[in-house]
């Protein structure tokens, strides 16, 4: 992607200049002849002109390749390199396009085309990717069957479908179903395999495998058990089907997503698939069945339907996280998955949607494509999946799923699309509910309420902020889940969604007995900012008595930002009756743990920062951290007494198991434990730490520890422990950047950078560096600035080797303009410098330009 002249004008594409390519792909037929810094690639490709195309241009993308030769149905060409790929001269009628190119996977430390990590080949083509493997018309609607042949002397070698054939140096692979380039894959290398296998609910038989590097077979078996749970699930629930007689999934270290879902082969970086419970947390165990699941749930929502060009990301993605939620739900607790999404939207959605970079779910423009893998894109597409299927409920949706596998399956699709399937499902006009693709922003709505007479009435104001190149915004179609309890307790109006459309809106409710107790946007039905007024012990009392666990968990939350945003603003003691109310909730056995634990953890820093930005003041994030610590402190003391009978009575005894049940219960003691550590010294802790036979505890105790000032042996102990696990050794170097205090943050990550086992060259390890510091929130904008340099100096020595995670790193600045003067300056003077940086990435140029000037 560094192809362009140093600060050559950037290009912009734009949705409305869509156009289809002027061939059909028949065909297309790869031989790869391996060699690290000199792989050839032959292709031999048919093409078709379209009898109606509007344009035939021969234009194929080509990056980073050296053109050997090409052909025409057999006769040598010579095509024209122009920017960013070739043009040539061709037939009229049906041809053969041949090329032979040569690229160097040894040098491709940007992890994208065919690259090689650990001494094997692996490739990554989303979003425009396959373009650096070899000329090919690289876009999404462009569809064929692929054949591949691959020579070399690597003992496995792996292409997308079936094999057709292996001999001593070549395997063939070929995949029936059409598909866009950007889901081809190839992985060659020593590897080992766990396989498992597969009935679908027609009685076809499916062999499963996850392919790994030698010593890591033992990390495979949750990963397969997850895999099996998915494909069961997509049949039982969605009545959706594996379409293969294979299915391989491969671990690789260096890889700048999670995962890829390319046809009949997966990608994951192996984070996202390894798992043991010495070696990973609950949280890990979460996230990778998840990521399986969705990566394998692509195979119909991405794969079997795609989508026309990447302005349509949200089609697949959106689509697949709500898929992959449901799934987790289902396979877990609903309300705990809900509140842990909430969470995530609210840290990495709002901040973006309320920011510089703030854009549609279906963004209208853009100059790389990569730098749109975004929360907005992912989350906020589910959010708005999940609003649908609210306003058309559940049989509808299902109606218009069904409908949309059926009239779209094999096809390139468009979010026009995807809602004309709901409306001729259900009859329904969602012309005002297409708003939510195509502008930014949070909405505000403001709540007020009237009782009188036996009525009970609530009016809603919507409005969202201005974002860049969006002044004005209409109103959105916004339900809005409503419940009404009694002051005393008990549900008078079960939940209702009501259907906000317009700026302003009542809703009235009569034969009350008395003024109800609201309990709105339940399940956090809408990504919504809710204002209201209202008071703390209306909160307290929905805490107790909310009979929607979301909402309970929320008016907890609610009441947790009140009390800090007073300490900060006032200087005020923690809140007694908020206190008490917690108190009395960690003592409640009746509780599920996993829900107490929620209830415990505190609003993170940056959400106070955001909180205080939304009233007009500038967050001050020293202040930030002084209040959170009071209030930890403060807690710990009230609890002083019961600590050490809760940290016993919460211990999970017997052999560990992820599942969530346990991880629920261990994550209340590890809340616990952290809390129990500020008073006794690091006592229990330390026990904990050398007991402990599984990474969720072990982990646990070093955090509190390391929190507290006293784990500097353990700390040791654990990097001898782990010095040659990848994986935990990430969570090592982030671990003690996450635990430093604001004064020392900057300094301990400058020195972790210059430990030898830091790297540019594999993104796990920067992001656990780079990462850490920018989520301490109090250390990264320490006043001194130093966090903001040391992020800015590494982001510039990054972006040569690897630029697409640069320019998502570069998000960390985001929110520069939430905080004081002093430190927009010093902030602006980071981008500055980046910007200037000579032969910037267009990746980072774009986040970089977007951040100054908004
Ligand atoms: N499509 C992948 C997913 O969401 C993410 C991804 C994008 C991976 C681009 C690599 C490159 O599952
Ligand atoms: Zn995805």
Known sequence: M???????????????????????????????????????????????????????????????????????????????????????????????????????????????????????????????????????????????????????????????????????????????????????????????????????????????????RPGDEGKCAFGMEALKKSMKWDEDVYGLEYDLDLFNIVAVDDFNMGAMENKG?????????????????????????????????????????????????????????????????????????????????????????NGPLAHPPRPEEFQEINNFYTATVYEKGAEVIGMLKRLVGDDNYYKALKLYFERHDGQACTIEDWLKVFEDATGRDLSQFKLWYSQAGTPRVKVTEDYADGTYTLTFEQSTPPTPGQPDKAPRVIPVAVGLLSPNGGEVRGTEVLELTEAKQSFTFGGLASKPVPSILREFSAPVILERETTNSERAFLL????????????????????????????????????????????????????????????????????????????????????????????????????????????VEGPYV???????????????????????????????????????????????????????????????????????????????????APETTAATAKELTQHPLFSMKNPNRFRAVMGALAGNHAGFHHASGAGYQLLAENLIALDSVNPQTTARMCAAFQTWKRYDSERQAQIQAELERILATSGLSRDTHEMVSRMLSA
């Not at 025409?72 to 043009?87: F, S, Y």
């Not at 509190?704 to 040659?724: C, R």
């Open 658 to 740: 992820p599942d969530a049940d346990g991880a629920g219960k261990r994550a209340l003691n590890g809340r616990i434990l952290s809390l129990l550590t500020r008073l006794d010294g690091g006592e229990q802790a330390a026990r904990q730490y050398a007991s402990a036979d599984n990474m969720t505890q072990q982990y646990a105790a070093l955090a509190a520890l390391m929190k507290a000032e006293k784990g500097e042996t353990q700390s040791k102990a654990f990097f001898e422990q782990w010095q040659d696990d990848r994986l935990v050794m990430d969570k090592w170097f982030a671990l003690q950047i996450a635990c430093a």
């Open 2 to 212: 560094n192809d362009a002249a140093p600060n050559a004008a950037p290009q912009t594409f734009y949705l409305k200049d869509y156009k289809p390519f002027g061939y059909e792909v028949e065909s297309v037929k790869l031989t790869f002849q391996l060699s690290p810094n000199a792989t050839k690639v032959h292709s031999a490709i048919r093409f078709t002109p379209k009898a109606d195309a509007e344009d035939n241009r021969f234009f194929l993308h080509g990056e980073q390749l050296s053109l050997i030769s090409a052909k025409i149905d057999g006769t040598p060409v010579t095509a024209r390199l122009v920017d960013g790929g070739l043009e040539c001269d061709v037939p009229r009628t049906s041809f053969l396009w041949e090329a032979e190119v040569e690229i160097d996977p040894a040098a491709n430390t940007a992890l994208e085309g065919l690259y090689m990590s650990n001494g094997m080949y692996c490739t990554q083509c989303e979003a425009e990717g396959f373009r650096k493997i070899t000329y090919y018309p690289d876009r999404p609607d462009v569809m064929s069957t692929f054949t591949v042949r691959i020579e070399g002397d690597e003992p496995v070698m792996l292409s997308n479908g079936n094999p057709t054939g292996a001999g001593e140096g070549w395997a063939e692979w070929h995949d029936p179903w059409p598909k866009p380039a950007y889901l081809f894959a190839l992985v060659a290398g020593d590897l080992v395999n766990h396989p498992g296998s597969f009935t679908t609910k027609s009685g076809k038989d499916v062999e499963l495998n996850i392919w790994v």
């Open 265 to 353: 082969l997966n990608i994951f970086n192996s984070s996202c698939v390894l798992a043991s419970p010495e070696t990973s947390t609950d949280a890990n165990f979460e996230r990778i069945e998840a990521i399986i699941a969705h990566e394998y749930f692509h195979n119909w929502t991405g794969n079997r339907i795609t989508c026309r060009d990447w302005f349509q990301l949200c089609l697949k993605e959106g689509l697949t996280v709500f898929r992959d939620a449901q799934f987790t739900a289902d396979m877990r607790s609903e309300p705990v998955k809900r509140i842990d999404d909430v969470i995530t939207l609210r840290a990495r959605q709002f901040p973006e949607d």
């Open 544 to 651: 107790a008595h909310d009979t929607d666990p979301f909402n309970r968990w929320e008016a907890g939350n609610a009441l947790a930002k009140e009390v800090r945003v007073a300490m900060v603003l006032d200087g005020a003691a923690p809140d007694a009756a908020y206190l008490d109310a917690l108190e009395k909730l960690v003592r409640d056995d009746e509780q599920d743990p996993a829900f107490r634990a929620l209830v415990l953890s505190p609003p993170s820093q940056s959400d106070i920062a955001q909180t205080l930005h939304e009233r007009g003041h500038t967050p001050d994030p020293q202040k930030i951290y002084d209040a959170a610590e009071t209030f930890t402190q403060t807690l710990a003391q009230q609890l002083e007494t019961s600590l050490p009978r809760l940290y016993a009575a919460t211990t």
